[in-house]
């Protein structure tokens, strides 16, 4: 095994092998590359020395291992409170509140719309005191309104991106017309985590970072991000977003995770990101983004884990039941199966559609879902020393079977199956309708989950399935530390 690394933050074009079968292509529109070529042998040789390079996961607070619930459209307060009873009330573990857009006033961030949420403090006091911890949603666009204190601090202290005549880049963004903070400025990233700040002095614990790619709404006439003539200041050697376009959003992460460290420095601060380049796991976890309710979104929701695993992004989730609504029974009862190996575990839904908590497919699904939160509860303290492996080694918590089992032809393209660790073995049922599954175990002695059954590998396991199954397999020598309690 090897590795590439192309550090260059423009506009790539990166061909695997279509244009010509022996060679892979890099363009990159301008700027100098800086190409790294990684030893191996090993994959985990691979990885080690690439987040020695780029860098690693801090240490996460406990409470984000466990479930997260959110949707766009929890409002007022009360239907979120009214959630978190509702996980009580049916014993359903979880331990994260999370807020979409609809709690800003007219989509601002740093805000809360004064009818629906009149006092955060409040809420989140009364969430706490039921065992959850609140995350909220901020959006790079800032709406240029003058009659507001955030957008004009900005302008005061000159951090927005300006046009090269000097004019402000507005683009259009959830608020409208809005202006949008320079992260490669560091007054810029200060001003950002002051207003972060904000939140975690109302006793927020997590900030969720979307659209930061950074996006605009091309019905606003102005294309789907900000121009590439925009100017930045490039850390004091200035640019245009050309340049710094793929790295806006570490510079938002980085300066969101200072802002929460900075407020509250005895608390590991939590930012989930949608975008990143190259590092962004030193300071957010990210998901796979809005994926449809479909069985191909679900498909392929364990490979996407499993590349950002060995590509230094440890702490990664998919949208349980899928962003788009609409999930069938069947369809979100398997991706809660799912959710209990991936190392970031939310349900998450679009506004305007059928819910979709763990109670709203029927009492069969909430027993199942129960279930397998109950299961992820007990896997927690294995969970925790695979996020302090990742932290001092880089190693995915979520892995690929030829990341343990590198040379093995039966597992070399196996992307159905994983290793939560090395110990492990998932076989997660993927497919709509399935009565059975075959599961793939490697060399080694291997002990079924539940039961203790003994497989001697290399073989291959044909499997009856019900709408309960995760096929879990432990490695023979493991020591897998579980918490009875849940």
């Not at 933050?9 to 990684?38: C, F, K, M, N």
């Not at 259009?172 to 972060?196: C, E, I, M, Q, Y």
């Not at 614990?205 to 102005?222: A, S």
């Amino acid at each position: 095994a090897w590795g590439v690394f192309t550090d260059n933050t423009h506009r790539l074009e990166i061909d695997l092998a279509r244009t010509s079968p022996t060679a892979w292509t890099v363009r990159a529109a301008g700027g100098a590359i800086d190409q790294y070529v990684i030893a191996g042998p090993a994959m985990r040789d691979v990885v080690r020395r690439y987040t020695a390079l780029t860098g690693r996961i801090p240490m996460p607070p406990r409470w984000t291992l466990g479930y997260h619930q959110s949707r766009w459209g929890y409002s007022p307060s009360a239907r979120v409170e009214e959630i978190a009873r509702e996980f009580r009330t049916r014993r359903i573990p979880a331990d994260g509140i999370w807020l979409d857009i609809q709690h800003m006033r007219g989509f601002r961030s740093f805000t809360w719309e004064p009818t629906n949420f009149p006092d955060p403090a409040g809420l989140v006091r009364r969430l706490n005191a039921q065992g959850f911890k609140l995350t909220v949603i901020a959006d790079p666009g800032i709406k240029q309104d003058t009659a507001w204190d955030v957008y004009n601090s900005g302008v005061t202290e000159d951090v927005f991106h300006r046009h090269p005549d000097g004019a402000l880049a507005i683009g259009a963004a959830w608020p409208g017309a809005s202006a949008f903070p320079d992260f490669t400025l560091a007054p810029g990233r200060a001003w950002w985590s002051r207003h972060v700040g904000t939140l975690a002095a109302l006793g927020v614990r997590g900030v969720w970072l979307d659209v930061n790619e950074p996006t605009t709404f091309p019905e606003g006439g102005g294309g789907a991000t900000l121009p590439d003539t925009v100017r930045a200041h490039g850390e004091g050697v200035t640019t245009t977003l050309a340049e710094v376009h793929n790295v806006y959003a570490m510079g938002e992460t980085r300066a969101t995770w200072e802002g929460l460290r900075e407020r509250s420095p005895e608390r590991r601060p939590f930012v989930l990101t949608r975008a990143g380049y190259a590092g962004v796991q030193r300071y957010a976890a990210m998901w796979t983004g809005d994926a449809p309710s479909t069985w191909w979104s679900l498909r392929q929701s364990l490979p996407m884990l499993l590349g950002m695993g060995v590509s230094g992004l440890a702490f990664v989730g998919s949208d349980v039941g899928g962003y788009s609504g609409r999930a069938t029974p069947e369809l979100f009862a398997r991706w809660m199966a799912l959710g209990v190996i991936s190392p970031f575990f939310r349900g998450h839904v679009t506004q305007g559609v059928n819910d979709q908590e763990p109670w709203a497919f029927g009492q069969e699904v909430e027993d199942l879902s129960r279930a397998f939160l109950q299961e992820r509860y007990r896997l927690i303290p294995y969970l925790y020393s695979l996020f302090d492996e990742a932290r001092r080694t880089g190693a995915p918590i979520l892995r690929p079977l030829v990341y343990e089992f590198q040379g093995e032809a039966a597992v070399a393209a196996t992307d159905d199956e994983a290793m939560l660790g090395p110990w492990l073995l998932a076989a997660p049922v993927l497919t709509e309708g399935a009565t059975r599954r075959q599961v793939t175990l490697p060399a080694g002695r291997w002990y079924e989950y539940s039961s203790g059954a003994v497989y001697e590998g290399p073989t291959t396991i044909d499997l009856e399935v019900t709408r309960a199954a995760l096929p879990l397999y432990v490695r023979e020598g493991a020591i897998l530390p579980r918490d009875r309690s849940p």
